[in-house]
C-alpha cells in the first residue's frame, strides 16, 4: 500500500468518538520496533498508512503476518490491543540463486536418469510463491517436480558424438496474479561414462545451535558417497545459502562441515534453511536440506517504555488515580521473557499489571505538594532467565499546586505603639502572612477588615500596603481622645477560590506632653482677679488658700508641681509643691504690707515641660473697716468705660442691700424676738466662681474647713461691694432668695448683729 492509504477507521471499531480524539492525545506505539508502520488520523479516526509495509521483512515465510500495536488515550488513560495483519501481494517473483546452472552428464547415462536441481526461491507465500516450472522443449529432456524438488530427467540418451552440450532454459511461475516468473539457463556438457551421482546420507539434516554461539563453532556435519572410483567419486560440497545466510554459515568443501560465521540471534531469527549440494568429479550431483533451529539464550535485559503520563499531578488527586502506562518488553522467549516490575522506594504509587506486559502507575496515598514536590519514581523490571537480567528506568513527577492552605500569620496577634500627634503616613507595624501554596495560591494580599472605631470607619485611621503588609496611619492621633484601638488585617491569597485568615492589630496610643496645666483656680475672669482676706492673727503654717489646676495628659505629664515664682514678701507666704496649698510660713506682723501679690507656677513633669501662671492676690485684714480703699492691686484702670459700668452695678447693689436692711429692721421690731437667720455669703469678683472644697458658715458661726471663707472681695473698684452665693450648708437658703422667705422664718437673725455697712466682711478662724 502507498504511504498514506487507509487501512480503516479505528475510531469506529472501538466506537471512540473521532472529534475527541486530538484532546485525548490519541496515538499509536509499536511493539518490538521503533518503526511506524501507521498513524491515525485525529480529525476522521482513519488508521493510515504512514511507511511502506513489506511483509516479506517483517514475517518472512511465515503464513500469518502480523503486526502489533497498541492505541493509546490519554485524560483518562486507556489502552487497546490493536493487531494488523499484513497480507501478501506478488510483488516478488521467482528467483534462482544462479543465472546459469552447470551440469556435467555422461553420454553413459541410462534412459530415466535423474539429475536434480535447485529450486527457484520466491519471497511471496502461498499461491503467490512457486507454483510450477517450465522446460524449453528439447530432445533429451523433461521436467519432473515432486514435492518443489525440482529434477532433470534423461528421457533419451546423450550421444557425445554427436552433441556434446545442450543449453536448456528453466522457468519457474508462481499463481499471484498478474503472474511472476524467473528463469535460469541450465548448461550440460556431455561426458564420457560416469554412471554414479553422490548420495547424501540424509535428504534432511536438523541442527540446534544456541543463539550468541561464537564463530568458528561446529553446527553439523553432511556426508554424501559416491560409488564411482577415482575422480569420479571424489565428492565435493556447495552450499547454497542465501546472501543473508551467507554471512552467517560456511561449509568446508571436502568434510561437509558447516561453521558458523556471524552473529546468531535468537531474536533475530530463530531458524535457518540451507541447501547443500555434493558433486562428484564429474559433475553428477546431489541435493539435501539442513534445517538449523537457533536456541533463546537469556542474553535481553527487558526493555521498560513509558507509554504515557500525565504530569503534574494535582495534589488532591484521589487514591487510586492513574498517572502513567509502563510497558515491559523481554526480547527473549517462553521463560526467558517473564517478567516482574517493581517500585523502589517507598513512594505512594503502585503498579498495576493491565494489558499483557503493560502496568499501570496508580497512587496509593494522599498526595500533598507542600510536603514533596516531585517524584523519581525509579521502576525495575527483572526477567525469569538463568540468570535473570534486570533494568531499570527512572519517571519524574511532579505535583501540581492545588490551593488548599490559607494564608499563616507568623503570630497570633500583633501589637503596634505610636506616639499622640504622630504625621499621618508614618509606619505603625509590619504583618506577614506565609501560604505555602505555589505561585498565584501563596501570592498574599492584605487588607484591612472593614470596622468603625469610635464611629468613624477603620480606613479612616490606618492602612495596609496590600504587597508588604506594612500599616500606615492615615490621620494623626490624639491620646486625650482615645488611648488605643483594634483593626482586623485580613491576608488573602490569589487562588481559586481565594483563601483567607485575619489577625487583630492593637494600636496603643503613647501620651505626649502637648497639653500646659490648666489652672481652675484661681482663673482669671475678664478683667478681674480673686482677692481673699488672711486674718491679722493667721499663725505661721495657715492655709490661706490653694491653687488648684489639672493636665489633660497623662502619666508623668501630668504630674503636677507648684511654685511661686514671685511674692510680695518672698518669706512671708509658700506653697505646697504638690499640693498647690499656699500657707504662711511665719505669724503674720504688724509690720507686713496688706495687700499681697503672689505669683504661681504650675508645671507638668513632662519632657519637655510645660507650666502656666497664676497671681493670688491677698489682704491683710480682719474685716472691711480697716480697709480704706480697695484698689485694683495688678494694674491700673485703663478701661474708663469698664469702671463706670463697675460703679453704677455697685450702687444699685448698695442700693438694693440698704432696703432689704429695713425691711429686715422693720420686721424685727414688728415681732417678737425670733431665731437668728444666718447668712452663708461670700463677695465675689466678678462672678459666682468659687474654689473647690468651699464651704459656708453653719449654725455656730464657725468654718467648716480651716483654710475656707465666707468673703472675697472684689478689686479694680473704688467702694467695697459683695453679692451673696449659694451656701453649703442645706439649712440656710441662698441670697437671691432670701427676700422670698416669709417673715416667719426669721426668728431673730440679726439680734447680735451690728447694723453697719461693713457688715459684710465677716471672717472665721477655727
Request: aromatic share 6%.
Amino acid at each position: 500500500m502507498k504511504r498514506g492509504s487507509v487501512i480503516g477507521n479505528i475510531a469506529k471499531d472501538l466506537g471512540v468518538d473521532s472529534r475527541i480524539l486530538s484532546s485525548r492525545k490519541a496515538r499509536v506505539d509499536f511493539e518490538g520496533t521503533n518503526k511506524r508502520y501507521c498513524d491515525i488520523n485525529l480529525s476522521t479516526g482513519d488508521l493510515i498508512t504512514s511507511e511502506r509495509i513489506d511483509r516479506e521483512n517483517l514475517c518472512g515465510k511465515k503464513p500469518s503476518c502480523v503486526v502489533k500495536m497498541d492505541l493509546v488515550l490519554e485524560n483518562p488513560l486507556e489502552l487497546h490491543r490493536v493487531s494488523l495483519h499484513v497480507q501478501d501481494v506478488n510483488d516478488n517473483s521467482p528467483k534462482f540463486r544462479e543465472n546459469l546452472i552447470e551440469m556435467e552428464i555422461s553420454e553413459s547415462a541410462e534412459k530415466g536418469s535423474r539429475f536434480s536441481m535447485e529450486e527457484a526461491h520466491d519471497a511471496d507465500i502461498g499461491q503467490n510463491a512457486v507454483q510450477r516450472y517450465n522446460l524449453q522443449k528439447n530432445d533429451n529432456f523433461i521436467l519432473s517436480v515432486d514435492n518443489n524438488k525440482v529434477e532433470l530427467v534423461l528421457e533419451n540418451k546423450l550421444d557425445r558424438e554427436k552433441q556434446n552440450e545442450l543449453n536448456l532454459l528453466l522457468t519457474a511461475l508462481d499463481g499471484g496474479s498478474p503472474q511472476r516468473s524467473g528463469t535460469v539457463v541450465i548448461h550440460v556438457t556431455v561426458l564420457d561414462a560416469n554412471d554414479n551421482a553422490p548420495v547424501f546420507s540424509q535428504d534432511v539434516y536438523k541442527a540446534s545451535l544456541p543463539e550468541n554461539s561464537p564463530v568458528d563453532t561446529v553446527v553439523i556435519h553432511v556426508s554424501a558417497t559416491d560409488a564411482d572410483e577415482g575422480v569420479n567419486g571424489d565428492v565435493t560440497y556447495f552450499g547454497h545459502i542465501s546472501d543473508d545466510d551467507g554471512n552467517v554459515f560456511s561449509i568446508d568443501p571436502k568434510t561437509g562441515e558447516i561453521k558458523v560465521t556471524g552473529v546468531i540471534d535468537f531474536e533475530e531469527r530463530s531458524s535457518y534453511e540451507l541447501r547443500i549440494q555434493a558433486k562428484d568429479g564429474l559433475g553428477l550431483t546431489s541435493y539435501a536440506k539442513v534445517i538449523i533451529d537457533v536456541t533463546d539464550v537469556n542474553d535481553n535485559a527487558p526493555v521498560i517504555q513509558l507509554k504515557s503520563v500525565s504530569n503534574p499531578i494535582p495534589e488532591n488527586a484521589p487514591l487510586g488515580t492513574e498517572v502513567g502506562i509502563i510497558n515491559v518488553q523481554d526480547r527473549d522467549s517462553e521463560s526467558n521473557r517473564q517478567v516482574r516490575c517493581s517500585i523502589q522506594q517507598n513512594v505512594p504509587f503502585k503498579l498495576v499489571a493491565s494489558i499483557k506486559n503493560y502496568y499501570s502507575l496508580v497512587t496509593t496515598g494522599h498526595l500533598d505538594r507542600e510536603v514533596v514536590s516531585d517524584y523519581n519514581i525509579t521502576i525495575r523490571a527483572t526477567d525469569e532467565g538463568s540468570p535473570p537480567l534486570s533494568s531499570s528506568k527512572t519517571v519524574h513527577l511532579s505535583v501540581a499546586d492545588i490551593n488548599d492552605n490559607p494564608p499563616e500569620f507568623e503570630e497570633q496577634s500583633y501589637s503596634a505603639y505610636v506616639s499622640e500627634n504622630n504625621k499621618p503616613g508614618s509606619a505603625l507595624c509590619s504583618v506577614s502572612a506565609r501560604d505555602p501554596d505555589w505561585r498565584q495560591n501563596g501570592t498574599v494580599i492584605y487588607s484591612l477588615v472593614g470596622g468603625e472605631v469610635n464611629g468613624a470607619p477603620v480606613s479612616s485611621y490606618v492602612s495596609v500596603n496590600g504587597d508588604t503588609g506594612l500599616i500606615h496611619t492615615v490621620r494623626s492621633f490624639d491620646y486625650e481622645q482615645f488611648r488605643s484601638f483594634k483593626v482586623q488585617v485580613m491576608a488573602r491569597d490569589n487562588g481559586s477560590p481565594p483563601l483567607s485568615s485575619n489577625v487583630s492589630v492593637s494600636v496603643f496610643i503613647s501620651d505626649v506632653n502637648d497639653n500646659s496645666p490648666q489652672i481652675l483656680y484661681p482663673a482669671p475672669e475678664g478683667n478681674s482677679f480673686m482677692t481673699e482676706l488672711v486674718p491679722k492673727g493667721a499663725h505661721g503654717g495657715s492655709l490661706v488658700s490653694k491653687v488648684i489646676a489639672v493636665d489633660a495628659d497623662s502619666g508623668q505629664n501630668a504630674w503636677l508641681s507648684y511654685e511661686i515664682v514671685k511674692s510680695t514678701d518672698p518669706g512671708l507666704f509658700s506653697i505646697g509643691v504638690h499640693s498647690g496649698e499656699i500657707r504662711t510660713q511665719r505669724d503674720i506682723s504688724e509690720s507686713d504690707s496688706m495687700k499681697q501679690n503672689l505669683v504661681v507656677s504650675v508645671k507638668d513633669n513632662g519632657q519637655p515641660s510645660l507650666s502656666a501662671t497664676c497671681s493670688m492676690y491677698l489682704l491683710i485684714s480682719d474685716n472691711l473697716a480697716e480697709v480704706p480703699e480697695l484698689k485694683d492691686i495688678s494694674y491700673e484702670e485703663k478701661n474708663s468705660k469698664l469702671t463706670s459700668y463697675l460703679i453704677i452695678a455697685l450702687v444699685s447693689v448698695s442700693t438694693f442691700f440698704l432696703t432689704f436692711i429695713i425691711i429686715i429692721l422693720g420686721v424685727r421690731f414688728c415681732r417678737r424676738r425670733k431665731p437668728r437667720l444666718l447668712f452663708d455669703g461670700a463677695v465675689a469678683i466678678p462672678s459666682a466662681y468659687l474654689p473647690p472644697n468651699y464651704a459656708d458658715v453653719d449654725g455656730t458661726g464657725t468654718l467648716r474647713s480651716a483654710y475656707n471663707y465666707d468673703a472675697y472681695l472684689t478689686t479694680g473698684s473704688r467702694t467695697s461691694d459683695f453679692k451673696f452665693v449659694s451656701s453649703y450648708n442645706d439649712n440656710t437658703l441662698p441670697a437671691d432668695q432670701t427676700l422670698r422667705k416669709s417673715p416667719s422664718d426669721f426668728a431673730d437673725p440679726f439680734e447680735d448683729f451690728e447694723a453697719s455697712a461693713e457688715v459684710g466682711v465677716i471672717s472665721n478662724l477655727s
